[in-house]
């Protein structure tokens, strides 16, 4: 599967969650903080590591937070209107990126799991 069709169900997340945010009122993106009891962080673990049998990295909440943060921001700023409004929220996430540990490249990673 191509890396940005993983990327997908994760910035629609974002978006949705975002929207929920500015609808319900949420005035400043500094009170958005993301836990491990957070819905958005339970959809994302179920999506990603349906079984939990990868450890959810340190980093993760954090790069989640700051990625709900960024949607807000420009869904609250209007710049959703704009045709390319997620490219400039792309490009602030890919910085936080970890890179890809070996072990998940290997051919038969998921087979190792069960």
């Keep these: 599967m191509p890396f940005f069709m ?6 629609i997340q974002m978006e949705k969650y975002a ?3 500015v609808t319900e009122g949420v005035k400043c993106s500094e009170d958005l903080h993301i ?6 962080y339970r959809v994302l673990n179920l ?6 049998h990868i450890e959810v990295p340190q980093n993760f909440r954090f790069v989640v937070e700051q990625t709900l943060r960024e949607f807000f921001r420009a869904i609250q700023g209007g710049k959703d209107t704009e045709q390319s409004w997620k490219k400039s929220i792309y490009k602030i996430i890919s910085r936080l990126d970890d890179p890809v540990p070996e072990y998940f ?10």
Excluded: D, I, T, V
């Design 35 to 40: 836990g491990g009891e957070s819905e958005l």
């Design 105 to 114: 490249k290997s051919p038969n990673f998921l087979e190792q799991l069960e």
């Design 19 to 21: 929207r929920q945010a």
């Design 47 to 52: 999506h990603y590591n349906r079984n939990n």
């Design 6 to 11: 993983c990327r997908e169900f994760y910035y």
